[in-house]
């Protein structure tokens, strides 16, 4: 290790020793084996910790460690341990004392030098993409020192902003092979690394998400709200005796769950009308869509953030139409769907030459068509005489709505992989506006239709 190259490391292998030369390095040696005790009680030091890296280097104030005997095994931090509050806690407490070790005037910082010491006698204990990323901040730093708050958000899988803009630089030096090289995957390796060439379009994410993806939790969002949308149109195709076209039945309009002018009062029609649809040729073409794209954007980005983009393309859908169709009911997904889809494909679009999935040119055409049939679709219904006049067909405007969620929220959050959506000053524009958006409709439905004397059809 003289020559100060980092030592190679196989994904999924044993951490070797590190070797000691001097005394210090056998006192790190011993402070390796702390991670395997149990967790002793903090004493008020330990509680300080340290706190977020700023300019001056007192902003990380250091804690003392307790003694601890070395067990007689040393710790394995493999990127397949649980997630636990625990085990992070023994992750940051066992990285802690190694950069104590390296830190003896208690500043909070360390020289990239000392850090890449630190990494060329423990790397072996990391993933390989992850000692990548972290050799790229250690070349990159331009002040020549690393914050304490930053290695161990790296360690516990957290990523400030400031640390990603450290090692955009250093994504340029990397020169290992891409993931896409590497060969010997199992199925569900090959599995992560499609997902991640299909969602992310840079190559230091990508490594990220396959090292630190364990599909633990599952996609389960958007899995749950097609088994549910599933299972309630089969449930009104067997009571009303009727599979395609359902809403042109009589009674379709009386189920208690889609969206009517009439009812605009029932407050839980703006989001429970996405378990209602038209007809299997509509829950079909939504579902196929939303599973193809919502559960690999899911798997990437987590459930809270595709979830949160879905509801409020659903909300955006039905409060566009009570604003602009207000004499139509609202049924379908479609409003979450096209939120994902918007989201997904303006991504790609901008980021054209960093993604990597197969065939996107002919990809994104299909999935443009798939979008204007399904559209094209509904505008056709709306405008086709009504079974129950002088109510109409369901509305078209709901996809407006979820498009413009798409291109707006959407687009912020997948451009911010595992970023604090908090730190984006776009975000907050456009949540405001989003704000702004659902204050406005709110109150045209509850003053614009009886000042503009609307004739809305009868309820059902």
């Not at 460690?65 to 067990?71: E, G, S, T, V």
């Not at 991504?347 to 002919?362: D, H, P, R, T």
């Not at 975000?427 to 204050?439: E, N, Q, R």
Request: net charge neutral; hydrophobic share 40%; with cysteine.
């Amino acid at each position: 290790m003289g020559d100060g190259s980092p030592p190679e490391a196989s994904r999924g292998s044993h951490p070797s020793p590190a070797v000691a030369a001097s005394s210090d390095a056998e006192a790190i040696e011993v402070l390796d084996t702390e991670e395997g005790l149990p967790m002793a009680p903090e004493d008020d030091n330990d509680r300080v910790g340290r706190n977020q890296s700023s300019s001056s280097p007192t902003c990380c104030p250091k804690a003392k460690l307790p003694n601890h005997q070395p067990p007689t095994e040393q710790p394995l931090l493999s990127r397949t341990q649980c997630d636990t509050s625990r085990g992070q806690k023994h992750i940051r407490k066992h990285w802690k004392a190694l950069f104590d070790q390296f830190d003896p005037e208690n500043t909070g910082y360390i020289s990239t030098e000392k850090f890449r010491n630190l990494l060329q006698r423990h790397g072996s204990e990391l993933d390989p993409h992850k000692l990548e990323v972290l050799l790229a901040l250690a070349d990159n730093n331009s002040d020549g020192k690393i914050c304490y708050q930053d290695f161990v958000n790296l360690m516990s899988n957290k990523r400030s902003n400031s640390f990603r803009q450290a090692i955009l630089q250093g994504n340029r030096r990397l020169c290992s092979k891409a993931l896409l090289e590497e060969t010997g995957l199992s199925l569900s390796q090959r599995l992560i690394r499609h997902v991640a060439y299909e969602t992310l379009p840079r190559e230091i994410d990508r490594k990220w998400y396959y090292d630190s993806y364990t599909c633990c939790p599952p996609p389960w969002f958007m899995i749950a709200i097609t088994i549910v949308e599933v299972a309630f149109f089969i449930y009104n195709g067997v009571v009303l005796d009727r599979f395609v076209l359902q809403v042109t039945h009589p009674l379709y309009l009386k189920n208690s769950l889609l969206y009517h002018p009439q009812l605009r009062a029932q407050a839980w029609r703006y989001l429970t009308y996405i378990f209602m649809h038209a007809g299997i040729e509509h829950l079909g073409l939504n579902v196929v869509l939303q599973l193809l794209v919502g559960v690999p954007l899911e798997m990437v980005h987590g459930a809270a953030r595709i979830g949160f983009v879905y509801i409020a393309g659903v909300l955006a859908g039905s409060l566009a139409v009570s604003v602009a169709d207000m004499t139509a009911p609202v049924v379908g997904s479609s409003g979450g769907v096209y939120a994902l889809i918007s989201a997904h494909l303006a991504n790609i679009v901008m980021n054209w030459s960093g993604m990597k999935c197969q065939f996107k040119l002919l990809r994104m055409a299909v999935a443009l068509i798939c979008m204007s049939f399904e559209f094209g679709r509904a505008v056709w219904l709306r405008f086709y005489p009504s079974a129950y006049p002088p109510c109409p067909h369901p509305s078209f405007v709901a996809h407006l709505g979820g498009v413009a969620v798409g291109i707006t929220l959407g687009v912020v959050i997948l451009r911010n992989y595992e970023q604090r959506l908090q730190d984006q000053s776009l975000w907050w524009i456009f949540v405001s506006m989003y704000v702004v958006f659902v204050l406005f409709a709110i109150f045209w439905n509850i003053f614009a239709y009886s000042l503009l004397d609307l004739k809305l059809p009868p309820p059902p």
